[in-house]
């Protein structure tokens, strides 16, 4: 297993939409698992793909305090929703900036897991959230994107700066 590099935005590679998983081999596998150790160790709750640079459509999630409850979603897909949350985000790829989204309340995502099976789940709360979120990065949006153009501009500069205090 490796840790692998988390784009940091604004890298245009999170704007790349990512492709459906074609078929599940021990390739992709150990993609998932690379992916569920770069997430422990950001450490963070939710990984998609695209953030380190392999634009398929691939997510990993781990809500659990003691992250023995790894959710994997491969080629996922949002069958229904309803309800809405204004909840507050923050993300690895923009690390240290947190902000209100609003999306729905709770979800039923369709997917493929890792052995290639797909199964059908009905998400609510964080677990709504951070898939919605992720499923996001899929299709080359990061969550401040959902934000006013000034507040947009004033959080790029916020982290310019950043970077050049870090340079």
Known sequence: MAILKILQYPDDRLHTIALPVAEVTDKTRALIEDMAETMYSAPGIGLAATQVDVHERIIVIDISENHN???VLINPEITASSGQADNEEGCLSIPGIYGKVLRAETITVKALDA?????VLDAEGLLAVCIQHEMDHLVGKVFVEYWSTLRQARTLAKLKKKQ???M
């Open 115 to 119: 052995d290639g099976k797909s199964f």
């Open 164 to 166: 050049r205090r870090t």
């Open 69 to 71: 409850r790894l959710l």
